[in-house]
T-cell receptor, first 118, second 112 residues
Framework: GAVVSQHPSRVICKSGTSVKIECRSLDFQATTMFWYRQFPKKSLMLMATSNEGSKATYEQGVEKDKFLINHASLTLSTLTVTSAHPEDSSFYIC??????????????FGPGTRLTVL | AQSVTQPDIHITVSEGASLELRCNYSYGATPYLFWYVQSPGQGLQLLLKYFSGDTLVQGIKGFEAEFKRSQSSFNLRKPSVHWSDAAEYFCAVGDWGSRLTFGEGTQLTVNP
């Protein structure tokens, strides 16, 4: 149980285009989903927290107009990288929090999406 | 703000040898501590977590970790490493709202 999927797993796009990444909790409902960015040989950096039906909360330094997050349902959150540039190339990982008392503070992670901007 | 330090970027051990991965944290209150493992092509998998109670916690795949408040540490251990344990290991501290702060990670290589 507690499976989180991401789609696509890899995407290559041209500079200036927008890319949408989907994050789905397959067998549970997630009141909260998180988006992380991971640089090569580096840690995961939290970008934003999204709650179903409300606006995402972005971490300091993350451009909310560049990284649009939508949490339309309890099983789906999307990250759209708008007007992507080569510096946006990275590994994007989502996670989902079931929000149940017996899994407090535990997140389940997706496999990640490798974005390459040419 | 909370922070996590994993002093060892890369560790190499022989199969069958014991393993200890270090983790130090900085957090103002009682921390929620986690160890995750990341393998290529797979999502981060939770190995174990500490919220309260017994400071020695057991996890999956034979891993354990000990919370030492006086040292602000949460080191991960395994008595006998298997080749399949080769991966990237992340220590993390959680705060309100389930926000996680990760360490830089330790890459584990297992020699046959």
């Amino acid at each position: 149980g507690a499976v989180v999927s991401q789609h696509p797993s890899r995407v290559i796009c041209k500079s200036g285009t927008s890319v949408k990444i989907e994050c789905r909790s397959l067998d549970f409902q997630a009141t909260t989903m998180f988006w992380y960015r991971q640089f090569p040989k580096k840690s995961l950096m939290l970008m934003a927290t999204s709650n179903e039906g409300s606006k995402a909360t972005y971490e300091q330094g993350v451009e909310k107009d560049k990284f649009l997050i939508n949490h339309a349902s309890l099983t789906l959150s999307t990250l759209t990288v708008t007007s992507a540039h080569p510096e946006d190339s990275s590994f994007y990982i989502c996670s989902a929090d079931p929000g149940t008392s017996d899994s407090y503070n535990e997140q389940f992670f997706g496999p990640g999406t490798r974005l390459t901007v040419l | 703000a909370q922070s996590v330090t994993q002093p060892d970027i890369h560790i190499t051990v022989s199969e069958g040898a014991s393993l200890e991965l270090r983790c130090n944290y900085s957090y103002g209150a009682t921390p929620y501590l986690f160890w995750y493992v990341q393998s290529p092509g797979q999502g981060l998998q939770l190995l174990l977590k500490y919220f309260s109670g017994d400071t020695l916690v057991q996890g999956i795949k034979g891993f354990e970790a000990e919370f030492k408040r006086s040292q602000s540490s949460f080191n991960l251990r395994k008595p006998s490493v298997h080749w399949s344990d080769a991966a990237e290991y992340f220590c993390a501290v959680g705060d309100w709202g389930s926000r996680l702060t990760f360490g830089e990670g330790t890459q584990l290589t297992v020699n046959p």
